[in-house]
């Protein structure tokens, strides 16, 4: 499976953007999805996670009421919608999948990596 992360870029505070995590070299529709994020000098983190059907999320409590996770199995595709952004939000965004049952908020449980979309939130 390869993923592609795309959708990042410069927004002002309080604005949106929508990412999506596009899935090929397999039929993705079985797998969790996760999405973390890497900011400069931190520890990667979790956002939020969704499992195969799109019936369960999970997110972090900094993504809460912000952000919003759907999947379309049909484009094989994750879609992360950012609502109300801030300035802390600035990180490398990354999209991982894995086979296994669980929305698991931690890297290792990740099988499968996209090489990530850097989103900068300015004040």
């Known amino acids: 499976v390869q993923l592609q992360a795309s959708g990042g870029g410069l927004v002002q505070a309080g604005g949106s953007l929508r990412l999506s995590c596009a899935a090929s070299?397999?039929?993705?529709?079985?797998?969790?999805t996760g999405w973390f994020r890497q900011a400069p000098g931190k520890e990667r983190e979790f956002v939020a996670g969704?499992?195969?059907?799109?019936?369960?999320?999970a997110y972090a409590d900094s993504a809460k009421g912000r952000f919003t996770l759907s999947r379309d199995n049909a484009k094989n595709t994750v879609y992360l919608q950012m609502n109300s952004l801030k300035p802390e939000d600035t990180a490398i965004y990354y999209c991982?999948?894995?086979?296994?049952?669980?929305?698991?908020?931690?890297?290792?449980?990740?099988?499968?990596w996209g090489q990530g979309t850097q989103v900068t939130v300015s004040s």
């Open positions: 070299g397999r039929t993705y529709s079985s797998y969790t």
């Open positions: 991982a999948g894995k086979i296994a049952y669980g929305l698991g908020s931690a890297s290792s449980e990740y099988d499968y």
């Open positions: 969704i499992n195969w059907s799109g019936a369960r999320t």
